[in-house]
């Protein structure tokens, strides 16, 4: 504690030092994370917005200016009570005015987009407004690294020009651009690699991420230069219509990991073993970290980052993380700060004015990042010049302890997902006072915000309130804003029920305050275990009653599509603490070694996954098929094909080649519960059973074992088709698992709301991000 406190007073004191070069500092940030097209060409990218999401008639009573010379993230809203009047937007970007366009939308005339689909009923005539807006944020970050492998790896156009829409109805300023590995066989080429050593070193698309910040290397690959040919097309095409609406992206700059192969190519320069990550085999793990004082290191990164900015342009902005979850070389401050000011000589060499933006995953949870250790790698590149992503801000903040990233401008970030997986989980108090707190502290470097998912398209909620907080300075209710949420989501139908269950989840599972690693596993998606220790954070009674609210609200109204997918959504949340309850049930009948109840509720835990995926299967958003397809689509010939169905499914289970970090980005979705977790669980149940039958024990290790042999591993390789379409009516079959596992529930054993004893969710594992 009393180095935490001199810690804290030597951030003060050299925030101090920096306080009068802050501003101008921020400034040279600011200066190029700005629009780099015309007024004009965003003004009528943000047009074209418009016009795709609503009919041209109403399109056409929408005006737009866009007048660089405003305040930053600035816009107004004018129309006075004449029918016939438009909606005069002006603002000081194409993405402002989008925003603005969505800030009259979203508030003004009922309406929502969401990543899973968009309610646009727009009232007629449309009403008057006059609003002024200036953002708090100067900057409104979107994207993780882990992103693109998670959920965008088997995108195409279609779905990226949706989603570029939906971030710029965000006003997202700044994100990514990670597309690399067709630069990269370039580079290496240049080096001498013959084409199979490169096929050895890059990975799969599935896992792109994770070579790319040096923790693996090959997996999931070879990779086809038809993918590196459309991953370039694609990013060019993401690149060109993001800049046509005022944003920035942040390209990839070099990090130091490098191919096994440059030791033997060159044998006089020092490389570093990188750390085996997550217990990858030898032929998986531990490409080599270049030592920075090497000239080498220069002329790569250089040469790497040049041909970047020729195919894809540039922001000035590069991203650059040499120690996510690997630990450096030396714990030395001399050598920690000569990484990081190689890897800025790299991007200073091709653009002199570049600043970094880093990740500050790597300061969490890591023993290894001493005050003196981050102090050393952080003021290594001047002040101004790094801008820090503070990841999950949520749950772990860094700017306090590393008195405010020693001065380099930070960005307040929402995580709240790890792997893609499904669960309803938030922490909307967390969010609503850290973010108002470090804005009104002028001791932090705080410059904007942003939301950091590894991967999208669940509690979609949490996400349009995070960005809603970098935009709106007034927002003063968490209460009032998810009441508007429902009202929006749902349209003229939504009633008094809808925005009483959205207040019950939001005091119920968007409330997470603890420090427990969530990570989307429960018991019935995790790889069977006695050992499992399931619990909650919230009153499960309260939540059922949400549940039932928005349940009567559907069955009473037109429930729309939006509608459909939460109905699906929460009723799946009621089932998985249902299947928490049963399995903390019937592992109590086995102790007691009570056969007759333990294969009552073995039966009934196994029927419960076959109602959930028969539930699932009822909306488009919850199947496995169009996962798989989309993979496959990719492949040219029959091989091809298998390998990218094999990226899709071995990341959705075991992840690595053994299991490693197996389940970590399952998805509850139709068909994976049922020829996946169920099947897992039918093994493990039977083998409970024959024990007691036998009056003996179980063997947790041969069940593992027959576990991974008879239904993991098979299911990564496996050729059978699933659903596409939805199946069955949605409304119906949430009214039938609902009536009857709620019925169930008064006999099981109660959930623990407390983290009692669960030594799992402390560990000192490090985890993906």
């Known amino acids: ?66 007048e660089s010379s405003m305040e930053r993230n600035s816009f107004q809203i004018f129309k006075g009570n004449a029918v016939d009047q438009p909606v005069e937007i002006r603002a000081s970007s194409g993405v402002a005015a989008t925003k603005a366009f969505y800030h009259y939308l ?117 990779l086809t230069k038809s993918f590196a040919d459309f991953g370039r097309t694609l990013q060019q095409r993401v690149v060109y219509e993001m800049r046509r609406l005022g944003m920035a992206l942040a390209l990839p700059a070099f990090a130091g990991h490098l191919p096994v192969q440059f030791r033997a190519l060159y044998p006089n320069v020092t490389f570093a073993n990188v750390s085996v990550w997550n217990n990858f085999p030898p032929q998986y793990a531990s490409p080599l970290f270049l030592e920075p004082t090497e000239p080498l290191f220069v002329e790569i990164g250089t040469r790497f980052l040049q041909r970047m900015v020729d195919v894809y342009g540039s922001d000035h902005i590069y991203f650059s993380d040499p120690f996510n979850e690997i630990d450096p070389a030396s714990p030395s401050g001399k050598y920690l700060s000569s990484v990081a000011s190689a890897i800025f000589s790299t991007m200073t060499k091709v653009d002199p004015a570049a600043v970094w933006l880093l990740q500050g995953w790597m300061f969490v949870k890591n023993p290894f990042w001493s005050s003196r250790a981050i102090r050393s790698f952080l003021t290594a590149v001047p002040v101004g010049r790094m801008l820090v992503l503070d990841l999950q801000s949520e749950q772990f903040p860094q700017y306090v302890r590393t008195a405010s ?3 380099q401008p930070f960005i307040w970030c929402m995580l709240s997902n790890f792997g893609g997986t499904l669960g309803m989980l938030g922490s ?53 804003w998810f009441n508007s949420y429902a009202t929006s989501r749902y349209g003229t139908t939504a009633d008094g029920r809808a925005q009483e269950a959205w207040n019950i989840f939001r005091t119920t599972v968007y409330s997470f305050a603890g420090l427990e690693l969530m990570r989307g596993k429960y018991t019935f998606n995790r790889r069977p275990s006695s050992k499992l220790s399931p619990w909650v954070w919230y009153d499960i009674n309260a939540f059922n009653q949400g549940v039932q609210l928005l349940l009567s609200f559907a069955e009473d109204t037109n429930c729309n599509e939006l509608c459909k997918h939460d109905l699906v959504d929460v009723t799946r949340q009621l089932l998985q603490n249902t299947a928490d309850a049963l399995y903390l049930t019937l592992m109590a009948d086995y102790k007691r070694r009570d056969v007759t109840r333990f294969r009552g509720h073995a039966t009934l835990f196994l029927e419960l996954l076959f109602d959930l995926d028969r539930l699932l299967l009822t909306n488009e958003h919850f199947l496995l098929g169009p996962f798989l397809e989309s993979a496959k689509s990719f492949g040219e010939t029959s091989l091809e094909r298998q390998k990218y169905e094999y990226n899709a499914r071995v990341q959705l289970t075991l992840w690595g080649p053994q299991g490693q970090i197996v389940d970590y980005a399952n998805k509850q979705w139709a068909g994976m519960v049922r020829d996946f977790f169920r099947a897992r669980w039918s093994i493990f149940l039977d083998e409970l059973d024959r024990a007691l039958i036998s009056n003996g ?38 009214r039938f698992a609902y009536d009857k596992w709620l019925g169930k529930l008064d006999g099981l054993k109660k959930l623990p709301t407390t983290d009692t004893g669960k030594k799992n969710k402390r560990r000192k594992t490090r985890w993906l991000s």
């Open 428 to 480: 909307v108090e967390n969010v609503y006072r850290g973010i108002r707190g470090a804005r009104n502290n002028s001791t932090f470097t705080m410059i904007g915000t942003g939301i950091t998912p590894e991967g999208i398209h669940q509690n979609y909620a949490m996400y349009e309130f995070a960005l809603e907080m970098g935009w709106d300075e007034g927002l003063d209710s968490t209460e009032r």
């Open 1 to 66: 504690m009393a180095s935490l406190a001199i810690w804290l007073l030597l951030g003060t004191f050299v925030f101090e030092g920096y306080a009068h070069r802050l501003q101008q500092h921020n400034a040279h940030i600011l200066q190029h994370v700005r629009p780099r097209s015309s007024e004009e060409m965003q003004r009528q990218a943000a047009l074209e917005v418009i016009g795709r999401l609503i009919p041209e008639e109403q399109a056409k009573q929408f005006h737009v200016t866009v």
């Open 405 to 407: 990233y020693a001065g």
């Open 106 to 222: 979203r508030n003004f005339c009922g309406c929502l987009v969401a990543w899973e689909g968009s309610q646009l009923q727009l009232p007629n005539p449309l009403p008057a407004i006059n609003v002024s807006i200036i953002a708090p944020s100067s900057i409104v970050y979107y994207q993780n690294v882990c992103t693109w492998s998670y959920s965008f790896t088997w995108w195409r156009w279609s779905q990226w020009r949706r989603h570029i829409d939906w971030m710029a109805l965000q006003g997202i300023t700044l994100s990514l651009a990670p597309f690399q590995e067709d630069i990269w066989t370039e580079v290496f080429l240049k080096y001498n690699l013959t084409k199979p050593q490169i096929d050895n070193h890059l990975s799969g698309p599935g896992f792109f991420a994770w070579q790319r910040m040096g923790n693996i290397r090959g997996w999931g690959g070879p």
């Open 697 to 734: 024990t179980i063997n947790e290790t041969k069940i593992r074992e027959k576990i991974f042999r008879t239904v993991e591993l098979p299911f990564t390789t496996d050729n059978r088709h699933y659903n596409t379409s939805a199946v069955g009516n949605t409304v119906e079959t949430a």
